[in-house]
């Protein structure tokens, strides 16, 4: 790699890193969501936030779960007696679900067939 695309390197992630403190509005937002068995209370199975923001969800479990983000494509395991962080940030708006795999059926144990443990709305700012 030479100088120059050092710098335009450089360049484009002080960029990024402009845009990321730059958004006064995002908010960092943090959800505490407690799995009994496989299935969240009726009150926490729509999660709303706007485009932008930090989303930090704050997994719980009575039993093993592999959970799945879809669209942002993030996997998280989450075993009972401690609490398993699944932060990203919502730059894509639309409506994502988040499956429960089962840890026990192996990479094949995506159990689809149920509504989703939760829906992350991410709406336009
Ligand atoms: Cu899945």
Not at 28 to 37: C, M, P, Q, W
Not at 69 to 76: A, K, P
């Amino acid at each position: 790699m030479n100088a120059n695309s050092m710098h335009t390197r450089a360049m484009l992630i002080a960029s990024v890193l402009f845009f990321a403190t730059a958004s006064a509005d995002a908010a960092e937002l943090t959800f505490d969501l407690r799995v009994e068995r496989g299935h969240l209370p009726d009150a926490m199975r729509l999660v709303r936030v706007k485009q932008g923001d930090i989303v930090k969800l704050r997994w719980s479990t009575d039993r093993p779960i592999v959970l799945h983000l879809h669209g942002y494509n993030i996997e998280t395991r989450v075993e009972p007696g401690s609490v398993a962080e699944m932060t990203f940030t919502a730059r894509a708006t639309g409506r994502y679900p988040i499956e429960v795999h089962l840890p026990n059926k192996g990479s094949s144990g995506h159990s689809h067939g149920e509504a989703p443990l939760v829906r992350i709305e991410v709406y336009p700012k």
